[in-house]
């Protein structure tokens, strides 16, 4: 435990993100150490553990390293960490504590995973490293708190949530913000309708069903639903293999590539408009088609790929291109996400 503020220091503390690529990820700048050496973090609801390029990485040319020496707030650690996510990426090193800083909200004696080694994925993407903002129970190293759960237990915010807001990249480059202890009302449209978590470790909560909706045609529902985790450290969403299956029977000519993964024609917004929606609490959900088609396949003239794909055998995963359509809060202290339609 740290030590607890007083009531006069809880904060609010907003985080503007930027968009890398075609939204396959969002990231903001991070402090670590006193004073703040500043590092380009994804934010990821789906993992727990903070880590970034350490000075003895051969291999993280590309990004810029954590020096301990800068520090007066380091201290050493040693212990061996490594952590590896849905996609096979990974990172491996060891673990120091040093003070964690998103503008006036500040976490001492953090620890973090400094990376001596990383996967392919990682060393040629425009991240630094990660932050982890789900439950303590999910960090791959054993017996740490969270960053997350550090600023709940220790009241550091005003409030015990923080909430996502995500979109396409204005002129400025602003992509979204974290908010931290607060929620903003400009932000979405209607009132937030609050789930229960499914379970209490990562963000999971329970999905009654999927359904295309499509313009003057009308609802179709699929047979998908169960266990779902509101994941901002993925990009698409993730479905089991039949699941993936059942929506894109919704969508003429999709097939399976087994070089690409599923694919559609790019002017499938023209032939299906509509959109996909999620019934979550008895409310819909929707994500426009327009969101569902992704980047071009390079070689295949007309094709793009799909934001829906397979990989996820037990539940589904709602990553950003959910989250671009649907404003959500996390809260930590009542274990609960509450969500709304975004408004852009």
């Not at 990682?122 to 997350?148: C, E, H, K, N, R």
């Not at 400009?186 to 295309?212: A, C, N």
């Not at 539940?315 to 989250?323: A, E, K, M, R, S």
């Amino acid at each position: 435990m740290l030590n607890v503020p007083g009531k006069w220091l809880q904060v609010v503390e907003s985080l503007p993100v930027k968009e890398y690529g075609f939204g396959i990820e969002y990231y903001g700048e991070v402090g670590v150490g006193t004073p703040p050496q500043m590092f380009k973090l994804d934010l990821d609801t789906g993992s727990g553990d903070v880590w970034l390029a350490g000075q003895q990485c051969e291999v993280c040319s590309r990004h810029k390293k954590f020096n301990p020496k800068k520090s007066s707030s380091y201290k050493a650690e040693g212990r061996k960490w490594g952590i590896s996510y849905g996609d096979g990426s990974f990172a491996s090193g060891y673990t120091i504590r040093d003070t964690v800083t998103i503008g006036n909200l500040t976490v001492p004696n953090q620890v973090i995973g400094l990376a001596t080694n990383e996967s392919r994925a990682y060393q040629i993407d425009t991240v630094d490293g990660l932050l982890g903002l789900a439950y303590s129970g999910v960090s791959f190293i054993p017996g740490v708190t969270t960053f997350l759960d550090n600023i709940i237990e220790n009241d550091y915010l005003s409030e015990p949530v923080f909430s996502v807001y995500l979109k396409d990249k204005d002129k400025d480059s602003f992509a979204g913000e974290y908010l931290f202890g607060a929620i903003d009302k400009t932000r979405f449209t209607g009132e937030l309708t609050w789930v229960p978590l499914h379970q209490p470790k990562f963000w999971e909560i329970e999905l009654d069903g999927v359904s295309f909706n499509v313009n003057g045609v009308g609802k179709e529902e699929m047979n998908i639903g169960g266990p779902a985790i509101i994941d901002t450290g993925t990009t698409l969403i993730v479905m089991s293999e039949e699941q993936a299956k059942e929506f894109h029977r919704g969508i003429p000519s999709a097939e399976n590539s087994d070089i690409y993964g599923w694919i559609m024609p790019c002017n499938t917004e023209q032939v299906v408009p509509g959109n996909l929606t999620f019934t979550i609490g008895g409310v819909d959900f929707a994500v426009p088609m327009k969101n569902l088609i992704r980047e071009p396949v390079k070689g295949l003239d007309g094709w793009c790929f799909s934001a829906v794909t397979s990989g996820a055998p037990n539940f589904v995963i709602l990553g950003d291109v959910f989250l671009r359509s649907n404003y959500v809060v996390f809260d930590r202290r009542n274990a609960r996400v509450g969500i709304a339609p975004s408004k852009h």
